[in-house]
């Protein structure tokens, strides 16, 4: 168990890191196509820029969310052990 923790512990990060570059070169596409698209390019900027939040939101609430319930799950784990 402890193995699998630490594990993930290793990889969450990276996968944020990961995230946040692949969010970043969307962005700059997006915004490329803006400055190319005119008006065109500023609708389809809107739409896809509320997909990249959604998105954006859901990979790191995820993970935050995931860290929290790893901590509380090691605490309480610690705690029961330290009945014993």
Do not use: H
Not at 45 to 73: D, P, T
């Amino acid at each position: 168990m402890d193995g699998l923790v630490a594990g993930l512990y290793e990889i969450v990060p990276a996968l944020q890191k990961v995230a946040a570059a692949l969010t970043i070169l969307a962005l700059v596409v997006l915004g490329i196509g803006v400055i190319t698209g005119g008006a065109e390019g500023r609708s389809k900027f809107k739409e896809v820029m509320k997909n990249i939040v959604i998105g954006c939101a859901l990979v790191f609430g995820a993970s935050s969310l995931g860290n929290m319930l790893m901590e509380s799950c090691l605490l309480y784990l610690r705690a029961l052990g330290a009945r014993r």
